[in-house]
């Protein structure tokens, strides 16, 4: 990794006996867009400004092109890595000019003045942010959002092959951050490395190529999106249970948070589902705090998605394709060790008719009434009905609110139902 | 290459170019008047043979032998004085204020200036001022050096970026300074009342070419050396952080700019005494005249410092005739509704305490 352009190495901070960074390690190669990731104090910021060398760690080091940053002069550092500050505040009236003129700063002499040329590139970076008419007004008066957009303006008008941007959209609409991350990509893709710290997960994984989690000034998690952005992960680092599914949008993982109420009750329940017949029990349930397994489902079904995207843990088998009495074995010990199997409402078909097999399996099973009517379900054959009127007899067969209400009553103190 | 260069900036140098124009006249009259004005009025004709002749422009014959005694003993020293002090307190102003992106920082509201005040007072009190000239400026840069010291490492202790806070701190110096000062004063032996007035209030009166002699040759070469910091200073506007990841050697910069405030406060002490309200004053009216960039701001500052102090002493002198009210009570009586205004609208602008 000797050859990646900016590189930490047991890099520790240490302020007033807390350590804010913790031995950490980090490679960031060019063209690489790191997204750093993590609860409010787990030193994200703190780690953006070591590797800017604006802090001296109390231990490690962190070189830049190669080389060690505290030792490097500070103009010729300037150059080659840029910082874009969370501090906003101006008091004096500088214009927009004035402001992205600064950042050719590490580049001129110190009796040089700004020439055309340094003019010409701080207003096309001005009108890729889509500020061209704001380059005579006073800074200090423009809205949070528009000072944000002019410093990541004056973070490129410094023109550097690393920039360390410290939350750069928290104050954008969502044209503006994109427009600001799509920018980022495209530097990163010239060949920049940059890394930014951003709080939302979503965003993150949208446009960053890798992604790295911090948790108490350590790294929790480092890799692709995808890699990173687990329920169980997020649930251990942030203390909140997320849903983490692709966008059908833009396919980029959308990571939702799903609350759970307090005092949620252990029961732990098996959802036997199909075609989304699962989806509104399995949300509610979840939302309850049960400790929920599903299947066996076909892939790419609606159910087999939410419960994927939850982190519950379910057996799938391929998609159409009919589930075998050895996937049934397989599947056995999850309805054996529930308190409780839910048969939801779905049609049977050859496919999913295993399915009926396992719920004869449980050790309490409860069959969803989806109406006032009984079972008003489709059968493809004969051999369906069969079976389901088996499971039916010596099982509850319940509505939703129904079985909420027992469960909630199993949470309220009395025996499982 | 010959690229159009943008309109606004040629706006910008233009009008610039006009006030730099203006204040320089501006300061020529007033110098005129000031040497012209006062108790023993010398007519203008006399005054302007005078410098004719003595500029080897012409051979007339040199006016009146009492007139040039009062025009070079008396008040040439005394405008250049105000000159001097007044751009050296207003280009100490400009650094302040930029240093410590803080509209309210002056050499006096931070306590440079009464640093330097109780210098003086110790160097008179310890008997060294009688000894040599230069034992008062002297004392006046540590004192002052004493409370740069303090703000800066007041300024350096994190979490600190406040408006307020700075402003607070350099008031407590302030006033433990002022205090000591007087108290000092109050039970030396060689106490007058006029040496009390003078260290706590500073006046131009009496000042000699033997001030401007030793004081010159370091408030010019200082202001010069301050202006070279013009772009530093723009940088820390933006805050110390964002002036680092420029590339700024931030510490160190905050250290030679501190340390030549200091001396150049100090040394403008020694010849007038702690007179108020120009640091803090002038930086404000000469944005409004020309930006806040201090490429411009500096040199704008230090010519309206110099008219500023040189109008005041004169207003002094010819409010009410034959006595003289002291050029700090009239800086004070102009800055004083100035101050306050300032606070109101930053209040308003709900700037103080925000980062």
Same mark, same amino acid.
Request: charged share 20%.
């Given at each position: ?7 930490? !190495? ?7 006996? @807390? ?25 994200? +910021? ?12 109390? $231990? ?27 501090? /906003?505040?101006?008091?004096? &009236?500088? @214009?927009? /000019? ?109 446009? !960053? ?33 997320? /849903? ?14 799903? &609350? ?6 252990? +029961? ?13 029990? @399995?949300?509610?349930?979840? =939302? ?29 088998? =391929? $998609? ?51 109406? &006032? ?45 | ?27 020529? $009259? ?73 509209? /309210?920082?002056? #050499? ?16 008179? +009190? ?73 260290? @706590? ?15 010159? #040759? ?51 002490? $020694? ?40 109008? !005041? ?7 009410? #005739? ?34």
């Amino acid at each position: 990794m000797s050859g990646a352009f900016l590189q930490a !190495c047991g890099l520790t901070w240490t302020v007033a006996h @807390t350590t804010i960074v913790d031995s950490l390690d980090l490679a960031v190669e060019r063209g690489e867009l790191v997204g750093v990731i993590g609860p409010n104090g787990a030193g994200k +910021t703190t780690l953006l400004r070591l590797l800017a060398g604006l802090l001296t760690p109390t $231990a490690g080091e962190v070189l830049l092109d190669g080389r060690e940053i505290g030792g490097m002069e500070s103009r010729r550092r300037a150059r080659l890595v840029s910082f874009m500050t969370q501090d /906003m505040s101006q008091v004096f &009236p500088f @214009t927009v /000019m004035e402001i992205l003129l600064m950042g050719r700063y590490p580049h001129l002499g110190r009796f040089q003045k700004e020439g055309t040329d340094d003019r010409e590139r701080a207003r096309r970076m001005l009108s890729y942010v889509g500020l061209t008419a704001m380059v005579d007004r006073a800074f200090s008066g423009l809205s949070g959002g528009e000072r944000q957009l002019v410093l990541f303006a004056k973070a490129l008008v410094q023109d550097t092959d690393g920039l360390l941007l410290d939350e750069p959209s928290s104050s954008l609409d969502i044209l503006h951050q994109d427009r600001i991350f799509s920018m980022t990509q495209e530097l990163a893709r010239e060949g920049r490395a940059v890394v930014a710290s951003l709080h939302n997960l979503s965003v993150a994984a949208q446009y !960053c190529s890798r992604l790295v989690l911090m948790e108490k000034g350590r790294i929790a998690c480092d890799g692709r999106p995808e890699q990173v952005l687990k329920p169980e992960i997020l649930d251990e680092v942030y203390g909140i249970r997320t /849903m983490v599914s692709p966008s059908l949008a833009t396919g980029s993982l959308t990571v939702t948070v799903v &609350p759970r109420d307090r005092g949620a009750t252990g +029961t732990r329940v098996h959802l036997i589902g199909g075609a989304g017949s699962a989806v509104n029990l @399995t949300r509610e349930l979840y =939302r309850l705090g049960c400790s929920l397994t599903g299947g066996i489902a076909h892939e790419y079904d609606s159910d087999e998605k939410l419960w994927r995207s939850l982190g519950i843990g379910c057996m799938t088998v =391929r $998609a159409f394709s009919r589930i075998t009495d050895e996937q049934i074995r397989e599947a056995a010990h999850f309805v054996e060790q529930a308190d409780l199997t839910i048969l939801c409402s779905f049609p049977v078909g050859q496919g999913n008719i295993g399915n009926l097999r396992l719920a004869s399996l449980a050790r309490r099973l409860v069959v969803l009434k989806t109406g &006032p009517e009984e079972v008003p379900r489709t059968f493809f054959s004969e051999e369906g009905r069969k079976l389901f009127a088996q499971a039916c007899t010596g099982s509850n067969v319940l509505d939703h609110d129904e079985i909420l209400s027992e469960l909630l009553k199993a949470r309220d103190g009395s025996a499982v139902p | 290459m010959t690229r159009r260069v943008p309109h606004h900036d040629a706006t910008v140098n233009k009008r610039h170019a006009l006030a730099f124009l203006v204040l320089s006249l501006l300061l020529a $009259a007033a110098v005129l008047l000031g040497v012209g004005i006062g108790a023993v009025p010398v007519p203008p004709a006399s005054l302007i043979r005078f410098l004719v002749v003595k500029l080897g422009l012409s051979s007339l014959p040199l006016p009146d032998e009492r007139d040039i005694t009062i025009l070079l003993l008396l008040r040439f020293p005394r405008v250049v004085a105000a000159m001097l002090v007044g751009s050296s307190l207003a280009t100490c102003g400009v650094v302040m204020q930029g240093l410590f992106r803080n509209p /309210m920082a002056s #050499p006096e509201i931070l306590g440079l200036s009464a640093g330097g005040s109780l210098g003086a007072v110790v160097a008179i +009190t310890a008997g060294f001022a009688s000894g040599s000239l230069l034992a008062i400026p002297a004392f006046t840069i540590a004192g002052a050096m004493l409370s740069a010291a303090c703000i800066y490492m007041l300024s350096s202790s994190r979490g600190t970026t406040s408006l307020l806070y700075i402003v607070i701190a350099g008031m407590a110096i302030s006033s433990l300074f002022s205090g000591l000062t007087s108290a000092l004063l109050l039970f030396s032996r060689e106490y007058q009342v006029s040496q009390f007035i003078f260290w @706590t209030m500073g006046g131009l009166d009496g000042r000699s070419w033997q001030h401007i002699l030793y004081s010159a #040759p370091v408030l010019v070469p200082g202001m010069i050396v301050l202006s070279f910091f013009a772009r530093e200073l723009n940088l820390f506007t933006l805050g110390e952080e964002e002036a680092l990841s420029l590339g700024m050697r931030v510490e160190t910069t905050k250290r030679v700019l501190l340390v030549i405030a200091a001396v150049v406060t100090g040394v403008a002490i $020694a010849v007038s005494g702690p007179i108020g309200f120009v640091g803090l004053l002038i930086p404000h009216l000469l944005r409004f005249l020309v930006g806040p960039d201090h490429r411009a701001l500096l040199p704008a500052s230090a010519l309206g410092g110099a008219l500023f102090l040189v109008l !005041c002493d004169l207003l002094g002198r010819a409010l009410l #005739p034959p006595f003289e009210i002291r050029v700090g009570i009239i800086t004070a009586i102009l800055g004083s509704p100035y101050l306050l205004s300032l606070i109101v609208r930053i209040q308003r602008r709900s700037v103080v305490g925000a980062r």
